[in-house]
């Protein structure tokens, strides 16, 4: 299906810059990969003409971490061990798949995670 909802091939609409598509079988994927050095950061920036980098999707290679940003700042972190950082919460214990309870300055936030 087309990203204009409509069936066949894909193409651009006039929101569209760029379209990345695999022609192959049904079974091919479809990769876009980022590479920097050891010691930097492979990133996706997302803003708009007054800011080009108001937000992003970054990989730090030097932490070996995964940063979500909004509104300039990192938001949520996710290191190496798989914990979950999300910035103004500090969290007493990891993020589990289902309902878990996170403390945070004594207080209670229920979070449901779906997966599947």
């Known amino acids: 299906m087309g990203p204009d909802g409509s069936s066949g091939n894909p193409s ?11 022609d192959g ?8 990969t980022v590479v920097a050095g050891n010691a930097a950061t492979s990133q996706i920036s997302l803003g708009d003409v007054d800011n080009g980098n ?3 999707i970054k990989y730090d290679n ?10 300039g700042g990192d938001r949520l972190t996710i290191n190496p ?6 910035t103004g919460i500090t969290t007493a214990t990891q993020l589990y798949e289902g ?9 209670a ?8």
């Open 109 to 116: 936030i229920a979070m449901a995670l779906i997966f599947g």
């Open 62 to 71: 030097s932490s070996d971490s995964m940063k979500l940003a909004t509104n």
């Open 81 to 86: 061990g798989g914990d979950v950082n999300i």
């Open 54 to 56: 108001i937000g992003s």
């Open 25 to 32: 079988n049904t079974t091919d994927g479809a990769v876009i």
């Open 12 to 22: 651009l609409s006039s929101n569209n810059i760029a379209l990345f598509q695999n």
């Open 99 to 107: 309902t878990t309870r996170v403390a945070t300055s004594g207080k």
